[in-house]
């Protein structure tokens, strides 16, 4: 059993070895050195991209925002901050440093110009999804990062460069926080900022493990106090970097399992046929409820607040608000303008149906007393059944040449009344020659 661990543990070193594919050292430097430079060229593509990045979340585009990304020079100056901090290659840090605030610079400066003269200002949901970094977005970056170090420093690099460019997503953060400076949405501004700073640092973090990993030789050998100063460095930097995407984190996912928590109820415990739920949100503890369509008993709602507890909103206040019009709903209710729209048109929709549903009764109503008025009555040709001026009306057509006797008439009165089920029914009874009306 020994041998076989033993063997097991070789055969795995074998297959995830990386040395026998380490790409030579002085290659890696001299390419990392020649993509950190923004001069000419790689300045104009970066503006260009940065352009493209805008236009693509102006107009809510994934399509534009990844071609931006691709073409986007923004990995080399990071790149080049891990390599220089894992050969320990202070010149190479000092000029990656430089490289990537002017690339930084450049690129928010060129965003706002863009947001400024946009005419359209709405945020789109592209440009939304940079303003909340998390902890996702951080491993992300590192992973990204650590699957784009392996790519450079081996010879295997396949098409690995592209996606990482991809999905460490360094162009729309900063054309983010240019639409936020452009429309003074500082909050949009420091997320975005932040999200890029996160990709930054772990970005840089991997390479610089990665760098590690494939033992690059150090250009300055530094001493044990040296290298533990520098660790240290390292180390505070991702940590301060890490705390507060993991306090967004923990929002977050608090208020998605708060999220599903309310649907649950709502959707057991409140929803019924017949009804419509509008809308349901949570506000300063209590959960708010705008239904239009069938009633919902008291008796239910009180039902529900007893069961509260079970989908874990023992905390909560239960509003539920049935507005007969869109006024009503808007007063009674913090929804907005939009959906407040949306709750006037679905009352809307929901009349017109209880009222096709009224004729389609009626209908039907009146085809089955006119074919069971016919045998009953033998002067009875048709019967219709219909609402007239609001009222319930049986309009009795009788035969050709044919009239009611007085008991006749009176029986065929009541046998409407009990077939219609209402006792305010009008009843008009004509012929050809004459229309005798009750």
């Not at 706002?112 to 946009?118: D, E, K």
Request: aromatic share 8%; net charge neutral; charged share 20%.
């Amino acid at each position: 059993m020994k041998i076989n661990i033993q063997y097991m543990k070789k055969e795995l070193a074998r297959y995830f070895n990386l040395m026998p594919v380490k790409e030579e050292e002085q290659s890696v430097i001299d390419q990392v050195k020649s993509a950190i430079v923004f001069r000419g060229t790689n300045l104009w593509i970066l503006m260009f991209a940065i352009l493209i990045a805008s236009l693509g979340l102006n107009v809510n585009s994934t399509a534009v925002i990844i071609g931006a990304m691709l073409i986007s020079p923004l990995m080399g100056p990071i790149i080049g901050m891990g390599l220089s901090v894992g050969i320990n290659d202070l010149d190479l840090l000092k000029q990656s440093a430089k490289n990537y605030l002017v690339a930084t610079l450049i690129s928010v400066v060129t965003a706002t110009l863009y947001f400024l003269i946009s005419p359209l200002s709405e945020a789109q949901s592209e440009l939304l999804a940079r303003t909340s970094p998390t902890l996702y977005d951080v491993l992300i970056a590192f992973f990204g990062g650590a699957a784009g170090v392996l790519a450079l420093t081996t010879k295997s690099k396949g098409q690995v460069i592209p996606g990482v460019a991809i999905a460490t997503a360094l162009m729309p953060p900063l054309c983010t926080a240019g639409y936020g400076l452009a429309t003074a949405q500082w909050a949009y501004f420091f997320g975005a900022f932040y999200l890029f700073f996160i990709n930054t640092v772990f970005i840089a973090t991997s390479t610089f493990l990665g760098v590690k990993l494939m033992r690059f030789h150090s250009v300055h050998n530094l001493d044990a106090d040296a290298m533990r100063r520098s660790r240290k460095v390292v180390y505070t930097l991702v940590l301060l970097t890490m705390i507060p995407a993991a306090f967004l984190t923990v929002n977050i996912v608090r208020e998605n399992v708060l999220e599903n928590s309310k649907n649950q109820f709502v959707n057991a415990e409140i929803d019924q046929p017949g009804t419509q739920i509008l809308s349901s949100h949570v506000q300063n503890d209590t959960l708010k409820v705008v239904a239009v369509g069938k009633e919902i008993a008291e008796a239910r709602v009180g039902e529900a607040r007893e069961r509260m507890h079970f989908y874990g909103l023992e905390d909560m206040k239960l509003v539920v608000i049935q507005a007969e019009n869109a006024e009503e709903i808007a007063l009674a209710s913090d929804l907005s303008s939009a959906e407040q729209a949306n709750a006037a048109l679905s009352k809307q929709v929901a009349d017109l149906q209880r009222q096709l549903a009224a004729v389609a009764s009626l209908d039907t109503l009146s085809q089955n007393v006119s074919s069971e008025a016919v045998p009953a009555f033998p002067e009875v040709r048709t019967v219709a059944v219909g609402k007239l001026n609001g009222t319930l009306t049986a309009v009795v057509t009788l035969r050709e040449g044919v009239k009611l006797e007085r008991g006749a008439m009176i029986r065929l009165e009541e046998w409407l009344r009990v077939r219609t089920k209402s006792k305010k029914l009008d009843i008009v009874i004509r012929n050809e020659s004459e229309i005798v009306e009750n």
